[in-house]
């Protein structure tokens, strides 16, 4: 779960984006002592994520404005579900609603995708992952909605987890070189993590103790006898493409993670809406 | 076009947002005094958008670090097209890479949508707009993404523009109460936008002069219909849901602007690749 | 009415201007446990504006400050009228006394005048409205106390209203072209004011169908013809040193808008005093 | 001279306050690779102050744009004399007028100010000085702008000056006390201040060595006494509505300074306009 | 007292610094809905300081956390004293525990340096004061603990006392132009202080009347012989390396102001432990 | 290596601190147009750490100023050494010096230190690691200066390692469920580190697969026996007040790390001067 000290500035700045100087048409029609009540209600069936976002969006606008949880994050709501409650000051609660939505649909879009991805690996021993493919400035919300949908979460940013790719093999000279370069020079906290393309590079990572093993754009058959050559002296993660794969055949090849980026670069808002009585 | 005064924080965050504490892999596997050559490559057909926010993220790494444009924003291209080139520092440009990325596939995707969307309705006389749907933090550059792809962009925020919706006129006591308050408290350069529903309220409307009235979830022929009545007394704007229309059928009723709020809340990024030399 | 997100940080930001590494004055000679309470006095006849900015401001100070509201915003105070009490320590009540007293002087003073306008052109059609002729980082507040004054608001900020003046008119190469530009590139959501000169320009205006024609630093003569030539066709706002001018002479011309940059940029602050028992 | 640390987050500001999410109203009429030139003409007399602030305004919109000074911050201009001069892109200059215009005109109008009150008592030994009544967020810009039409800075919030009221007087038991607790609890490179009403309390003052004494609403001849009663025992300082007195007399009383909130609550925006060839 | 506008962006910036994208050791392995008590142990005699700010760090981390001062700043605790007990959700505690102790063991530790070195010159008129050899971002905090160890503030910044040393007084052309200049030009609420080598300096000083006089790397029997040439003409202050000094023996040359860099550049953390029931 | 988006808040944020409202001393006793030169000259032997913060220091008062490194970070100066030399606008560089010198100090004296106590390891398999124990807001600096002075830098913050305590310990209900846990909900890309106190918890961490075992408080013969105990199974790592142990004793045991929070909780400043020519 993350921290309001992580997210209130990301929401504080959503409400400046979108009131600006003020919200002229609520401002102008509705009077400041009328009083509201409305419900969030599931248009399509999905996974709900960000209930404590919609909360604090209102709470911002005005402390008077009430949320009522109707279901917790990760409940999976069907077409005409109550999500949540809300009730105060009818020109706060206007005035909020977009973007208390905003965050809402999107967090439970990319919940209820990485839930079905979830669902098609069940059995297996593989997990869901989300890569850093995610909307500038959402990253800490967006991998909580991941993890909501029952994904698993990969490293936040690039100081915490130690992720070898081609350029930086080429860059220092081979696998070798820069598995020994970086346990050399990283926090000891850190698992290393190669990206490989064939068998030989298989080979040599495992001689170096790679800690994890990133098999890219491989084939189904390549990347069984790859999950069997590594064994249980590396973790494997299956990459490339994974959000236009069949996951389960890939699951079934024995890989610990498959990383999909779709899971946020390509989010379908769930259907959400925010209905008065 | 949208200026670096309202973008720089927001790439600044997102660079540290990604870099965390520093780029532990990097930083172990690369010298310091490396340089290196790459190219942004179209991994499919789209319309590019997000060329100034790349070079700025690159520049924020390292002012090293150069980036050469090979196309402009707007331009549409096809699979395996070059889209930009950059050199310099290598450990900068591996660092800054997946920030450009995000931003770029995210602005294409929505440019690209947009396109598809302007396309469908060429010939006729309405326009695709978007909506205040975008993602917490991004309004600025997904609305000039908008207007790349060849969108005409809708009220910004709540403060410049009237939009009169159907809990406003509720809160008022009906339409044309809700249309004198707004005209008598807001600024007297924003034009007066009201919903409607049904004929009757499209009739009260146009003796309030409504300068804009938004035909919510109309059916086609009931669009029609009302786009005759309203002849050139008002604006006309088709909205709800417009994402999983027939643009052109709805275009073809006569309306002014067709509002789409899932050009930018169900986002497909557009496949784009950094490739080193 | 401004909303608290749009303006705790300036408030904020003004009290660690004055209150520097501490109230050093204050620190070393009044006991922390010691409480006071003071009334705000109006020192000279007034329209009163700021009060939920005054009580802001000892919140933040310390929360278990309290400030009672003997009036409220926009209602005119004799000389020795109280206007609102505070009580609580004493410590932070004295260190909060300057910074509440800056906002509150000020915005009275802008509200203080603009009702003297605004008294000046009753009963006639015209309304006074401001500019962005504002002090740099107030702009929201002011524009709040000009309408506590009577007043009405103009665009707030470049983006919330289109105003083309003779140098874009040059630009463009003529006001008919800079209308078209305007209106296929701007918001729909926007009207159109055009800054004229002439009564060519007024006729390019109104075939153009301009919203709002702005006539600058006409006579009086003039304008009342350019009122008649452009009848229910668009707005008509006189503007150019009005803050000089006659205003009921103006108004009597029939203009529907009244602009005065001198509402707030040559303010005299009110009088005001807090006064201990 | 105030550095460029203290002001270029407010500069920002108020850019980001004008500019909102985009000027519209140019970005529409006028060409991107359009040219421009313009002056900066004094239309009254006054006392020129804000130039550095002018030219990081528009270097912030567009650091293409060129300022070229005509003359320096403190000297005097005359009505139709060239204070600067601007070239660059039209769009930026364009874009960034109004908030350049907003800064020169206020500080030039409190330079103008002071200079009138400094040239009353030439030849007197007293100085004029600001207070803390300045507008919120602006006071080193406006202690600038004192500085520049010849007066002197008090100081620049709680922290750097020790300035002992009636009611700090009053909760310490007296003068002695508050004078013997702040000497005890204040950083010792700090002067100490008194406020004092009547001759009893200058004696008071005087016994407890302080370094300056605020005479405070006292009548002319009462003033005269005073400063014949303190002599070089300490500096004193005339306060209390000096904007609406007569300063050739009060300076002739032997005062050493003579404070004004005045010069900074109650600013009469300087007549300048930028005008394009 | 520092005051908590001072100190909140700090506190949350120490926070967010420590916790990055989230405690994920606490959020794994701890149950939401456990709860915890602690007690803050000194492990070696000290001088407390910092309680309000450990409170604030636990309040910002989670608002049900409770803390319970077993004494204030300034007291003397022993080895095995509690200083403060903490209650409420495990998480929340486990989470702010670090950075918590961080702020306090400094504190503490400057806190019972400042006390010991006011030990030794108990009795003398000297005080203890501090430098600007404070830790960047923390200098408010770091001079409040030198307060509680019964130390005196020297200035806090650049602003609030004018300090002429070897530089300045090159730079202008001797002593007495030097503080000619500063007179003439700075407020005048403050107080001179020139740092001197020798006796020749002293005499110029003291005829230009400056307030303080910085005894700068001198013998014990030239410091004293200075005290007695100065008289109380002016304030004296000891300087250079004091920090390796005999303090007594300084203090008994007759200073007035012994200024320790030491205090606050060569700090030892005060051995503070949270031990859980 | 840390980049400039992580440092330069930071830097301006200190400048600030110590410039307050302006450098008041130097402003006024120095010409604008004056040019000074000066060296950073070691007043004793250690290992210089900060060189790119004092450079960037220098260019934020004045873009003028010019650094001229004569050594890299990491380099051991013996007393009298030239570090560097500054040349430039002599205002600038006077108000800068204390803040370059502060950073400059305190970040050489904790590489100095670590310099020391990775000699007296050397040529054992062990590395001095550092811990969370650092400055409020300093900590990339601090953790770069370990890593200058040949240290190796533990986990950067809560987020990017595991470190199962004695607390989560119990929270879970032994070490068995607290690995369980965090294997389940943490990113794959961390190792598990767990504090054990005795053998029974190392057997039950080696049977869990933790990666990392701290042991804490151990004596030099108990943490013999336990590295004997967990041969390669894992890495050990030494912690608990090491800043007093005899740490080559410590290494000699065989242990992989030995973290030690002295390093940065109790920092000794080198002592640096800037000369003036």
Redo the contacts between chains.
Sequence with gaps: ???H??TDE???????????????????????D?R?SGRFIAKEEGVICGLAVVKRVFE??DAAILLTRKCGDGDKMRKGDVIAQVNGP?QGI??GE??A???L??LS?IATRTRQAADQISGTKAVI?DT?????????LE?YAVKTGGG??????????????D??????GGIT??IE??R????????I?VEVENFDQIKEALQCKA??IMLDNMSLADMKKAVEMIGDKA?TEASGNMGDKDLREVAETGV??ISIG?LT?????MDISLR?E
């Design positions: 779960m993350y921290n000290l992580q990301l929401i504080k700045h959503a409400l400046v984006e979108d009131i600006g100087t003020g919200d002229i048409t609520t401002l102008s029609t509705v009077r400041e009328m509201i911002m606008v009818a206007l005035t977009r973007v939505l905003n965050f649909q999107r879009g992952a850093r493919k995610t909307t500038p400035g959402l990253r800490v991998k698993s979460n990969h490293r936040f940013n690039l100081a915490d987890g130690i992720l070898i790719k350029n930086h093999i080429r860059a220092a070189k820069a370069r970086a050399q020079n990283a926090p000891h906290t850190l698992k993590e800690d994890i973790l610990d993670i779709a670069h390509t989010v379908r808002a008065f």
